[in-house]
């Protein structure tokens, strides 16, 4: 059916589903052609009495008489408009078609649905057409086009250049309290406030040749700021390929497989460098592309002891490669458990050494709140070190998340179903505020991890239990035999309030305190640990949509991390 639908007059009555109901049928307007409907994506329903619209041409208006569709099949033609019933004194006109066919004028407004906003109000942005959720006052929208924070600083705007259709859009790079965050695709005013968009899809056929090109990376030259100075692509050190050797897979990441290798010729000298190698798959998507060209950048500006180096790239050939720092030790977790007491043989970890890892990983995330970067995700997991043996030194590995928030590739991956909700404070999981304290907050789960070697926190509660726990005012135990000062640097780092939280260099005062404390250091460390390994990682994940469908039950031997698995929020 290609025709439009007529206008609903005073009394008639139709059958036909696109034209509109007549006052005393309840004025409903037509419905829209399905055809439209599937192929542009409008749904051109008429509006009050008046017909649906056509595939390919406009409906009639509603009226006293309702208006005929339109004459032309063209989809820039109108239907006719409806006649009044209403005189133009005012009165109701009882004779009207006798001698009253003059044109009345109808009113269409589109009506957005705003109820996912916090601010329960949005717009549709004019040149993406997508529907933005509008902030108060002095707010800035969140890359999840949902909630709003409040921006103390707008430190950087930086024009980023690209290619194709992708040039018609000024794109901004817009660094909230930390220095850090949202690239914003496209911009647009409304009463002098910035609002985010997200970037405008490309076209499968633009994706596909960027995916083909090897040049990818040279051709999106994100600029990226970090501590007021701003990196680029083409500071990125390139390797040469043939300087580079693969030796053995060390693990799995989020993008590709991690391989312990050796690079020649760095600094000049023919001496073989011991490597990680990430890797990116040469099919993968483009935004995996620029994710994994994100992490180098923001891993090549950071200089700190206790940050793992990004030692170069080796991006023009496929699959392209990111080389860091080798930590021999691996990721802390996993440290953590393995070293946990086993039947007849006590923990070889020693109170201080856990004190020493958890200070090394303060003192990097002291060097991430002085230049106003918010990691999001400090967890055991996310943290290497450079050996497994009592010299080692524990360093912040992992930016995974701040690169999605950065890349606004957070949403895509699944927004809110993938926030360490166990890791987070209230006011980032219920309101979307991230400051430095919210790394504070993290920090102190991490510390609870370190002293219970490894556990999940929360043990045997899932990520929705968590939530209304904490927000209800709940805090974690000790974990076995921690001692106390050791559990006061938790809960202060759990503070309700943010602003009670300490910040990273009264953290390691009062780590060095401990460190110092012979009633900490000689604390024997628990022979054994609570529950069994299968119980604890524990968490029910329901499948989207599952309603009051039997939870599903998986573990940490089913799942590598069950603290990220997909859950619901009520
Ligand atoms: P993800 O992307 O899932 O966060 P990564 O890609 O960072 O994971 O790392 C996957 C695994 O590779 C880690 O668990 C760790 O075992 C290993 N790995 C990562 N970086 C290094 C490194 N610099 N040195 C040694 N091993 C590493």
Known sequence: MLCAGGGGGWRDTTTHLWAGKSLFEGPEGGSSCPQALSKLGWATFGGFGGGGGACTAGGGGGGYRGGDVSQTDDITADGQDGISFVHPSGEIFLQPLAAMESHGEAEIEVHLNCSHCQTQSCKRDEDSRLILCLCHNEEVLAPDNITCFLPTTAICFIIMGSNVDLLSHVKLLFVDLGSVLHVFAVYYRKKNHLHAVRVRLQSPEYKLSKIRSSTIMTDYNPNYCFAGKVASLSELKEVPRKNITLLRALGHGAFGEVYEGQVLGMNGENTAMQVAIKTLPEICSEQDEMDFLMEALIMSKFNHQNIVRCIGVSLQILPRFILLELMTGGDLKSFLRHNRPKISQASSLTMLELLHMARDIAFGCQYLEENHFIHRDIAARNCLLTCPGPERVAKIGDFGMARDIYRASYYRKGGRAMLPVKWMPPEAFLEGIFTCKTDTWSFGVLLWEIFSLGYMPY?????????????????????????????????????HCPEHRPNFSTILERINYCTQDPDVINTPLPVEYGPAVEEEGSTVIRPEGSGSMTPLLVTHSMSQDASLQPWELH
């Open 459 to 495: 043990p045997c509660k899932t990520n929705q239990e968590v939530l209304e726990f904490v927000t209800s005012g709940g805090r974690m135990d000790p974990p076995k035999s921690c001692p106390g000062p050791v559990y006061r640097i938790m809960t202060q780092c759990w503070q």
